[in-house]
């Protein structure tokens, strides 16, 4: 995969804040709690974060699934900090929750760093050594509508031929970040392109495949053949669609255009074998790359004094076709 300047100039930090700058004498360790780790990009994600600090002799790292109990995460935060973390890397699970675990990590001087899942910025402000690293929401839903007005210059794909998109999205998480700014953004563009839209349903399918699958089907069954695209916050739920598709035995000619968001494995995979239109890829091994070389510089205290360091840090999203897959495939 081909590496953007940033990216590449966050593997460049991380191996920089590798064994070399950890003094010999100190061990750090780093503590994560996730919100789920069953979420697959969530789970690609870690394992890219796990990729970035291995081979560092002195880097120690635990790892807790909040199993989407947000009183679960905040148990997990206390016992990483009473058991030694250096700093800590929060995926939180209510991101209007972030309080005890700010209060926690500043009464015991530990820095933060949340990710993916975006606190308000009032809750950020809150202590110096709190940190965000993720994606701009609104660059995906851009970006995601601007693919499904690409692929409708070609009209034969109004199937009905009224000159209108009949769409369906397959939100994520009510009140995620993502979710409400990919929903309300990825239509918008389709409609500041010039087409006329029409949404058939808009359903909540929380970034589960087989929530998507299931209510996809239903839709399919009770006849509404008409849907002409579907855009799904994240690439699992659109491969839901894509599941729902091939088991109702629609031709391959009648499915609508699906496109999706992440570029997980699955998602990359559905591009090249032209099964979904496109997605728009969430880089998370730059997020983990980003991550891991700022979780090891807070922790070793070294560097950059805390006012000079950013407290947002955003990988850009690109969008992914079959014309570009193959910098995706390797
Ligand atoms: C989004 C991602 C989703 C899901 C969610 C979890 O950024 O696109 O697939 O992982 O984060 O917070």
Redesign the pocket.
């Known amino acids: 995969m081909k590496k953007t300047a940033a990216a590449m100039a966050l593997a460049v930090v991380l191996a920089g804040c590798r064994a070399k700058d950890v003094p010999e004498e100190k061990r750090l360790k780093i503590g994560v709690s996730v919100?789920?780790s069953y979420?697959?990009?969530?789970s690609e994600l870690m394992s890219d974060f796990n990729a970035a600090v291995a081979g560092s002799e002195n880097i120690s790292l635990e790892i807790n699934n909040a199993a989407k109990s947000q009183q679960t995460q905040n148990k997990q935060t206390e016992a990483m900090i009473t058991g030694g973390c250096d700093v800590i890397c929060i995926?939180l699970v209510d991101r209007t929750s972030p309080r005890k675990i700010i209060d926690l990590a500043q009464k015991n001087n530990v820095p933060v760093i949340f990710f993916?899942?975006e606190l308000v910025e009032e809750d950020l402000m809150q202590w110096e050594e709190l940190y965000y690293i993720?994606?701009d929401?609104e660059q995906?839903g851009v970006m995601q509508g601007e693919l499904a007005a690409e692929a409708f210059q070609d009209m034969s794909l109004d199937k009905n031929g009224d000159g209108i998109i009949q769409y369906v999205i397959l939100e994520?998480?009510v009140n995620?970040q993502?979710a409400i700014v990919r929903t309300e953004k990825c239509v918008d563009t389709l409609i500041e392109k010039g087409y006329q839209v029409d949404k058939i349903a808009s359903i909540t399918a929380n970034?589960s495949r087989s929530q998507a699958q299931s209510r996809i089907s239903v839709l399919i069954e009770s006849n509404q053949s008409e849907i002409e695209l579907i855009m799904g916050?994240?690439?699992?739920m659109a491969l839901g669609a894509i599941d729902a598709y091939k088991a109702s035995g629609t031709d391959r000619a009648d499915w609508p255009v699906i496109v999706g968001?992440?570029g997980?494995a699955d998602g990359l995979k559905a591009v090249a074998d032209g099964e979904m239109y496109g997605t728009v890829f969430?880089d998370q091994k730059g997020q983990a790359q980003a991550m891991a070389a700022l979780a090891v510089e807070l922790a070793s205290q070294k560097n950059t004094s805390k006012s000079e360091r950013e407290k947002y840090i955003r990988l850009p999203y690109r969008k992914v076709t079959k014309d570009n897959i193959r910098d995706y495939l390797d």
Do not use: K, M, P
Request: a negative charge; hydrophobic letters at 25%; proline letters at 0%.
């Open positions: 919100y789920d979420d697959t990009f969530i995926n993916n899942r993720g994606a929401a995906s994520g998480e995620h993502d970034w916050n994240n690439d699992d968001i992440d997980t969430n």
